[in-house]
């Protein structure tokens, strides 16, 4: 998530050291903060949704559909029916 960031870059995360570390700390503790749920009852996927909503942003800026960049998700389930179809475990 972290890859692309620029963790010295001033003009993004603030001008010193104890600004940059204090928003880090308000993004980091954001996501602790989000309804993850259990990974076991995987009804609630908070990155995936906003992985599909950024791509689909991303997409459209781009003058493309989402479904160029990525596999819908309804997609991704279909095919796991189909391969797990007929298997016992």
Do not use: C
Not at 61 to 87: D, I, R
């Amino acid at each position: 998530m972290f890859d692309n960031i620029d963790f010295n870059n001033e003009n993004l995360l603030g001008k010193t050291v104890a600004k940059r570390n204090e928003r880090l700390t308000k993004i980091l503790e954001g996501i602790a903060s989000l309804p993850l749920g259990n990974y076991g009852d995987n009804t609630i996927d908070v990155f995936g949704d906003a992985y599909e909503y950024l791509m689909t942003m991303y997409a459209e800026n781009a003058g493309k559909v989402g479904g160029e960049f990525f596999t819908p998700q309804e997609v991704s389930e279909l095919l796991v029916e189909l391969a797990l179809y007929g298997k016992k475990r």
